[in-house]
């Protein structure tokens, strides 16, 4: 994977330019607002990692990995035990947290891995369902009763700042490394999986061992999302951090955005975080219904995403003589 | 020594034996044919070299080492490339990705760089024909260009030893013919092949050497000439054909 | 061993088995993973609920209404929703299917709020003792009524025109539209008769549990345990599964930890789907048992 291949198509200077000044107003963001928005910003950006993350297992491998969620619980946890039971720094226990997540995921990922379409969707459900039972039962994690995290040293407006870059950094990293892999050997590798598993293994590719890749780093992603999270929260519960809720609504963005696409996800993240925001945050009693009804229509009006739009609409103007040949 | 050799190789599915003691060898350089009707065991039989299945009795060895008990993509980095009767593109990317993905993954592409990866692309896109729609996205092909792209993946994994299933089934008499020109010259690059077909004057053309199989078993081995001769094939096999005339073979 | 935990475990096992046959027909026949069965199953419970609370309607004199109000319901969704959602795939239908799950779960939370209510007939109390094991009478009620309707799916699955044409249709719906099944209808027809299903073993539940939008979640769980343990595709498996969920569950509750038992049942169904994915039994298909 070291040896970076450019792909075929051409990308153009216009989207990396918009993508760069994006990256610059969101750095800067924070000398212009405060409070609030900085946290729905926040979340915003650990949201679009996680979908990044999970585009790497749904979008690129296409396996269906509907309970996610179970890393970001996972690293939230392993930070909280590290941080109060054996009073470790964030650092290490956040790089800790993450390590822990991925490990899990690659030991699990060899048997369960093999399993096609639903059976690995249910099995993932299971998994998640299983460490949250677990998690509640042993007296470490505090139980169902919940665990508290030491707070964050200094002030609320240092707090605010800390998270939002740490979030935002994340969430570059997530961008990077998507790109990087999909860029490389791995990435074409598991393109290739996605739609012909027999023909790819023929052609010399370790279908398992890729798969089982993709799933380590998505899972290390969402492990430090956990992470960065439960420090944020300072208080833990196994239904907050296990809710199967989390998965779904990342499962959302990933295909509102459009699955398999490098910025896709982190679009369908911050349309879909910043809409519930601005649309509905105030109807918390029908939040999950205006959630449902939002599945229900990208399903039937834009199964290819934000970016499936944007690109037909790119072709439409770029193809109006020849529609044939040559994309 | 024989490039492959299969000895005494059997399997069955739930109790029919789709492939039952079979022993051939494949000499360096060589194009043989595997004939027989269908249901036979020929892609059984290029599925058990190939690994994708699992062999119940017997050994296949490759270059004098046995290659059970390997999975798939180790057997193909040992250079046996193949194609299916089936073409499984790779949907979503361009043909040349496509292509890519054999050189990518091939033994020594660890060791290759950027440019040598896009040369042996290029490469390979022009010996199979393929360039003028290089980046067309594959959904685009054609059935005969479908049957060139799967060629041209296997071509860029540099094998040793090509399988190819049926590539001419499907195909009109120019375009076989074509593929005919095209297995020979890469025959002339130094690459064995085996190559299962139905189109019977191309295989009977194309291969030094003919194995017939019938109900799972090898019943006859030999030049084309001989092998056309042997009643026991005719029986089985080309009688049926010689009413019907040559050669095109409807698919699905 | 004790006898009363094996009849405990027996007894709502059978509910089990009869919540999962909606789930695993869908699968079996569509190939659809369907997460929307729980809000179905927790709808079912409502109408046994206000039946019984607002108009004094024997709880099992609810079932059919519950069967009919679910099927049109089921019927609505697949010909409207999910027929057009199939063809983008597994992904899509897992996610479709949990939005209407989602959707349907908050409007009955916004109508009915989340307050638990409970089903509770006169004859709720009563009960029998056999051999030490005490049996309350509902329980077995709910047994028997949950075999009956299992034996009345598989009469219609083996014996009917329009079952034979669903497992047709299972076992290759291609074929099946060749010899002149309408899979379109047939789609409907699997989906509205699952969600009946479900809805009626909803129905039975709510005489046991506690009634709150959340039912459905909960028994979700459990349709999939079940599921996994029967192999998908078969009533007698999904029978079989909610019996050996059932008891598993009540043996790791009293011998165990009551803590356990969930984390039990979801270990074995990641290990059963790791080593064993056609389920305990091998895969069947509807009403053909090889």
């Not at chain 2, 194009?31 to 020929?42: D, Q, T």
């Not at chain 3, 409502?46 to 099927?71: C, E, R």
């Not at chain 3, 049996?135 to 219609?156: D, E, K, N, Q, S």
């Amino acid at each position: 994977m070291d040896k970076t291949v450019t792909a075929a198509r051409k990308r153009s200077p216009a989207g990396l330019i918009i993508l760069v000044l994006a990256a610059i107003i969101l750095a800067l963001l924070p000398l212009v607002i405060q409070g609030y928005w900085i946290r729905v910003i926040t979340s915003l950006f650990m949201y679009a990692a996680m979908a990044e993350a999970l585009n790497l297992v749904v979008g690129y491998a296409g396996y269906a990995a509907f309970g996610n969620g179970v890393f970001f619980g996972i690293g939230a946890y392993m930070t909280a035990i590290l941080m109060t039971h054996y009073k470790w720094g964030f650092f290490p226990a956040s790089a800790i947290s993450g390590l822990t997540a991925m490990l899990i995921a690659f030991i699990l990922g060899w048997p369960v891995l093999r399993l096609r379409g639903h059976y690995f969707a249910i099995a993932t459900i299971g998994i998640n369902m299983a460490v949250m039972e677990i998690v509640t039962y042993v007296g470490i994690t505090g139980g169902g009763k919940g665990i508290s995290l030491p707070l964050y040293p200094g002030d609320i407006v240092k707090q605010g700042m800390f998270f939002y870059y740490s979030m935002f950094i994340l969430m570059l990293v997530s961008i990077a490394i998507t790109a990087w892999i999909v860029h490389g050997r791995l990435g074409y590798g598991l393109r290739a999986i996605k739609t012909q598993p027999d023909a790819a293994e023929v052609m010399g590719i370790d279908t398992t061992l890729y798969k089982v890749y993709a799933w380590s780093i998505s899972a290390l992603i969402t492990g430090i999302a956990g992470s960065l999270n439960a420090y944020w929260l300072t208080f833990l519960e196994p239904i907050y951090v296990f809710d199967i809720m989390i998965s779904v609504e990342v499962f959302v963005m990933v295909l509102l955005g459009g699955p398999g696409t490098i910025l896709g996800p982190i679009l369908g993240a911050f349309f879909l975080k910043l809409l519930s925001e601005l649309v509905w945050s105030q109807f918390t009693l029908i939040h999950m219904g205006v959630l449902g009804l939002i599945i229900v229509v990208i399903s039937l009006f834009l199964p290819a995403g934000l970016m499936g739009l944007l690109r037909q609409a790119g072709r439409w103007r770029r193809t109006a003589p020849q529609s044939l040949g040559n994309r | 020594m024989a490039l492959l050799e299969v000895r005494n190789v059997s399997r069955s599915f739930g109790g029919v034996h789709a492939v039952n003691d079979v022993s051939f060898a494949i000499n360096e350089g060589e194009i043989v044919g595997l004939i027989g009707p269908n249901g036979a065991g020929k892609t059984t039989v290029m599925n058990l070299i190939s690994g994708l299945i699992t062999v119940d009795k017997g050994e296949i060895f490759f270059q004098g080492q046995p290659l059970s008990g390997l999975k798939p993509h180790t057997i193909a980095r040992k250079g046996i490339a193949r194609t299916f009767q089936i073409v499984k593109p790779f949907q979503g990317m361009t043909v040349r990705e496509n292509v890519m993905i054999g050189a990518l993954f091939r033994a020594d592409a660890a060791g290759l760089k950027r440019t040598h990866i896009n040369d042996i692309v290029r490469e390979t896109l022009a010996l199979l024909e393929l360039e003028a729609r290089a980046d067309s996205p594959v959904e685009e092909l054609n059935l005969a260009q479908r049957k060139h792209l799967e060629l041209a993946r296997a071509m860029a994994m540099q094998p040793r030893l090509l399988l190819l299933d049926e590539v001419m089934a499907g195909l009109n008499l120019k375009e076989i013919e074509k593929l005919m020109h095209l297995v020979r010259r890469l025959n002339e690059r130094g690459i064995t092949i085996l190559v299962i077909e139905h189109v019977m004057k191309a295989v009977m053309n194309l291969s030094h050497r003919v194995l017939v199989m019938y109900y799972g078993g090898l019943i006859a081995a030999g030049p084309p000439e001989e092998v056309s001769q042997d009643p026991r094939v005719i029986e089985a096999y080309l009688g049926k054909r010689r009413q019907k005339g040559p050669v095109k073979e409807v698919q699905q | 061993m004790d006898w009363q935990v094996i009849i405990n475990g027996l007894l709502l096992g059978g509910l089990y088995g009869l919540a999962a046959i909606g789930f695993s027909l869908i699968w079996g026949v569509m190939n659809i993973v369907d997460l929307a069965q729980g809000a179905y199953l927790t709808l079912g419970a409502y109408i046994t609920f206000w039946l019984f609370n607002l108009w004094g309607v024997d709880p099992f004199l609810t079932l059919p209404i519950s069967a009919l109000v679910l099927f049109g319901l089921g019927y609505l969704i697949e010909s409207q929703i999910i027929k057009r959602v199939l063809r983008y795939g597994l992904v899509m239908m897992l996610v479709v299917t949990y939005g209407l799950n989602l959707l349907l779960q908050n409007a009955m939370l916004v109508a009915w709020s989340a307050d638990y209510r409970s089903v509770t007939p006169a004859y709720s109390g009563a009960g029998l003792v056999i051999g030490g094991a005490s049996i309350p009478y509902i329980r077995l009620a709910l047994f028997i009524a949950a075999l009956l309707l299992v034996g009345l799916l598989t009469f219609f699955l083996s014996r009917t025109r329009m079952g034979n044409a669903i497992r047709a249709t299972s076992l290759n719906r291609l074929a099946a539209s060749f010899v002149g099944v309408r899979t379109d209808f047939i789609y409907a027809l699997t989906y509205g008769l699952a969600a009946a299903t479900v809805g009626m073993a909803g129905s039975l539940i709510s005489m046991v549990y506690t009634v709150s939008p959340s039912l459905g979640g909960t028994f979700m769980t459990k349709i999939f345990v079940v599921t996994v343990l029967g192999g998908f595709g078969s009533i007698s498996g999904a029978v079989v599964g909610g019996l050996i969920l059932g008891v598993t569950e009540a043996l790791t509750a009293s011998y165990v930890a009551p803590g356990l038992m969930n984390a039990v049942s979801f270990i074995m169904l990641v290990l059963i789907l790791i080593f064993r994915p056609q389920g305990l039994f091998g895969k069947q298909f509807y009403g053909v048992t090889n």
